[in-house]
Nanobody, 127 residues
Framework: QVQLVESGGGLVQAGGSLRLSCAAS????????MGWFRQAPGKDRDFVAS????????QYQDSVKGRFTISRDNAKNTVYLQMNTLKPEDTAVYYC????????????????????WGQGTQVTVSS
């Protein structure tokens, strides 16, 4: 089992910044990737960014490229999402997720890749 706890959400004006954190605990040695997803009211849970736990290679949704940065601290078992130049359309509940069971076809942008999820943290960007 892996437990994930997110923090860092809040209310910010458009153009501002926030940094989300996600601390993993439990059987973290099996983690091979972590991701951030977001879900706005009435919409599906969408991919934001992912990071390979071994080599830290990132992947981003096109709409956040150049504005968001995902990083990880292996020693702390923590993944971060630095969000800059925030826009009202970034408003959503943000979830972090951990992948521990290798899938036949690896797609880190898919919710199906991940085995554990955090409780979510609200990000609200005012215009």
């Amino acid at each position: 089992q892996v437990q994930l706890v997110e923090s860092g959400g809040g209310l910010v004006q458009a153009g501002g910044s926030l940094r989300l954190s996600c601390a993993a605990s439990g059987r973290t040695f099996n983690i091979y990737a972590m991701g951030w997803f977001r879900q706005a009211p009435g919409k599906d849970r969408d991919f934001v960014a992912s990071i390979n736990w071994r080599d830290a290679s990132p992947q981003y949704q096109d709409s956040v490229k150049g504005r968001f940065t995902i990083s990880r601290d292996n020693a702390k078992n923590t993944v971060y999402l630095q969000m800059n130049t925030l826009k009202p359309e970034d408003t959503a509940v943000y979830y972090c997720a951990a992948a521990v069971n290798p899938k036949l076809v690896r797609r880190l942008s898919s919710v199906m890749e991940y085995d554990y999820w955090g409780q979510g943290t609200q990000v609200t960007v005012s215009s």
